[in-house]
């Protein structure tokens, strides 16, 4: 996985990402991991497995925290971020959302309403 770098063509790998995301905040004052729960927000998958991985402390240095996150851990989110969660609905949920959303790429499926609206189109013109 540490192989894997932009150079090569490759995306860098969810370790690297966060490692970076590290180096740029200050650890000054001290970081709690509430607070680096609330930097990764926008990061679900990567703020569950700091959530599981960190104890309740202050961090004083980005090397703390990556120190803290077992291997494992790593490689459980990267195989998530590959292949999906073993636990993911997505298949279901996007299945049911293409059902109910009128046209839908790939079904021709179109809702009543529209079909009303291209009838009056047609018939209009």
């Not at 150079?7 to 590290?22: A, D, H, R």
């Not at 959530?51 to 490689?75: C, E, H, R």
């Not at 046209?103 to 309403?113: A, D, L, M």
Request: no cysteine.
């Amino acid at each position: 996985m540490s192989g894997q770098n932009s150079q090569s063509g490759q995306l860098p790998n969810v370790e690297q990402v966060v490692q970076q995301e590290l180096s740029q905040m200050s650890f000054s004052g001290g970081i709690s991991k509430t607070q680096l729960l609330d930097h990764f927000r926008m990061a679900p998958t990567v703020r569950e497995m700091l959530n599981n991985s960190l104890p309740d402390t202050t961090f004083t240095a980005a090397a703390q925290v990556m120190k803290d996150i077992p291997q494992g851990s790593w490689q459980q989110v990267e195989n998530i971020i590959e292949h999906g969660s073993p636990e993911s609905h997505y298949l279901q949920s996007r299945a049911a959302h293409f059902s109910t959303w009128g046209k839908t790429p790939g079904f021709g499926h179109i809702t009543e309403e529209e079909q009303a609206n291209q009838q009056r189109n047609q018939s209009g013109s």
